[in-house]
């Protein structure tokens, strides 16, 4: 196939020397543990510079020109080297990697030369490696987070391959360019383990749901070592591209207790009394009694909640969620048509008591799995992070990214909060989440999507592996009907059992 190859895809061109780009980008993304997250298609590309080629004699060349006649047709059926001999210029051809084999054992043709370019492949476009690959200065705003990757690669050569012509016109490949000395990007993420949650999320066991958002974070470090979803095609869910984020329900339970324990305003022995006035069971007004505020937790009970918001009061509520990563975006993402999302604040109208269970306000599940890691992590926030090392072609670490921490809660009170989280795993709403034998604790979540037509199902929890503690956040977005036993779907037979099971998978 012909192709009519923009200029920028020569870098140079001189009477006998010949420079291509071979490749879409000029630098690499690597996971965690040095392995290439960038995908690539394989481009087989020979070239004809007509020149050089109008020398070839058909007394020494013939048999090398019709053998490449007859290998060329196969890829255009017009093709025909007696006519090229009346054309200038450099003529670009797509060829199969079956056709590019066989042309390059032609030895004697004056005037061709092949490369083989490498094509991103964007197919999970919205991957977050895929987004980071397809960085540009078209799609980066000022002060976002594309443009920090720039700024970091702006030195950076794309890949080349040169040819020159030998005293036969023949040419011949020299100064390759692999972009050795370019520098790279290592990400926190773990490929491993992101394939093994895409396993989970792609099983016959959730094939109901049409797409599932997943972060997972080092409690310690704030750094995402998972961020997936399960339909890579839509706009990423965990950033919360094209939309306003969710209502996280019940999950924002975990900070309103938190903030309330911070502030010396509640002991966990506490009592409060549920009439019904904001809880419901089946559809239908359903009052819990008297219970104290872990009991309260464990079964997500919303008019306890609503009255330990309204002791908190919303300037209190506002400032720590807003210390807490909230209403602002994590990453920084910016570019055209993939804006990441800012969450919508709850206003002073919509109702502290709607504010304290997670209602009127929106978040992205990357946002609320940094608030809720604040928690875990002894009550100290770390905005999670995406890019752990600048490194050189063979993983050598040139600059090491530091992340800034601040403590919003004390340890008594995150270890009070985690104790809460455990019992909802064990005598609570998350049944479905246990997992025999690990430290681990979580909360449920259910909330109401736009217009109130669908729900999305949250699980919000931490557990502990090779004695390293994690924090992780499990969303399925708008999603309506009951499961096998004829339950509404929400969070606790959605979510939750997704969290058991890529844990499960993580131990293996």
């Not at 990757?149 to 040169?162: A, C, F, M, Q, S």
């Not at 809460?420 to 109401?448: L, N, P």
Request: glycine share 8%; proline share 2%.
């Amino acid at each position: 196939m012909l192709m009519i190859y923009p200029t920028t895809s020569v870098q140079g061109e001189l009477e006998n020397h010949q420079v291509e780009y071979t490749s879409d980008t000029n630098y690499k993304v690597f996971d965690t543990n040095g392995n290439s997250l960038i995908n690539y298609k394989n481009k087989y590309i020979m070239v004809l510079d007509t020149k050089p080629f109008k020398l070839n004699n058909y007394e020494e060349t013939l048999q090398d020109l019709l053998a490449l006649n007859f290998i060329m047709k196969s890829e255009d059926e017009e093709f025909n080297f007696t006519d090229i001999m009346n054309q200038s210029g450099k003529l670009y051809y797509t060829i199969t990697k079956e056709t590019y084999e066989k042309i390059n054992k032609l030895n004697d043709i004056k005037g061709i030369y092949t490369y083989v370019y490498n094509e991103l492949d964007l197919k999970e476009r919205w991957s977050v490696e895929n987004i980071i690959a397809s960085i540009n200065e078209d799609n980066a705003l000022e002060d976002s987070f594309e443009e920090s990757i720039l700024d970091i690669i702006k030195d950076n050569k794309r890949p080349t391959i040169g040819f020159h012509l030998d005293e036969k016109s023949i040419y011949k490949s020299n100064e390759t360019n692999y972009g050795e000395n370019n520098k790279n990007i290592r990400l926190t993420i773990d490929e491993a383990w992101s394939d093994k949650i895409k396993d989970v999320l792609n099983g016959d066991d959730y094939s109901n749901l049409d797409n599932v958002g997943v972060v997972l974070l080092e409690s310690s470090t704030g750094k995402i070592k998972a961020m997936v979803q399960k339909d890579e095609s839509e706009a990423n869910v965990n950033l919360g591209i094209g939309q306003l984020g969710f209502e996280p329900g019940s999950i924002f339970k975990v900070i309103t207790e938190a903030i309330a324990l911070n502030e010396g305003l509640i002991n966990m022995d506490d009592t409060f009394y549920c009439s019904g006035e904001i809880c419901s069971n089946g559809g239908k007004s359903y009052a819990h009694g008297k219970l104290a505020v872990n009991q309260a937790f464990e079964v997500s009970c919303n008019d306890i909640f609503a009255k330990i918001g309204q002791m908190i009061g919303y300037e209190k509520m506002l400032k720590y969620t807003t210390n807490l990563g909230l209403y602002n975006k994590v990453l920084g993402l910016a570019g055209e048509n993939r804006e990441e999302a800012i969450g919508v604040m709850a206003k002073p109208s919509d109702g502290i008591s709607n504010f304290a269970i997670g209602q009127c306000i929106t978040v992205t599940p990357l946002q609320i799995a940094g608030a809720i890691n604040a928690v875990v992590n002894d009550g100290i926030y770390i905005k999670p992070s995406l890019i752990e090392d600048i490194v050189d072609e063979d993983n050598n670490v040139i600059e090491s990214i530091q992340n800034e921490e601040n403590r919003i809660f004390t340890s008594t009170t995150s270890k009070l909060v985690k104790n809460s989280m455990y019992d909802v795993i064990w005598e609570g709403t998350g049944s479905a989440a246990k997992i025999e034998g690990i430290t681990q604790g979580g909360k449920t979540g259910t909330s109401t999507g736009e217009g109130g037509a669908t729900t999305h199902g949250w699980f919000a929890g931490y557990f502990e592996l090779n004695d390293k503690m994690y924090t992780l956040v499990v969303v399925a977005p708008n999603i309506n009907g009951v499961d096998a036993n004829g339950n509404d779907l929400g969070g606790g037979n959605t979510a939750a059992p997704i969290y058991r099971d890529i844990i499960k998978s993580l131990m293996e």
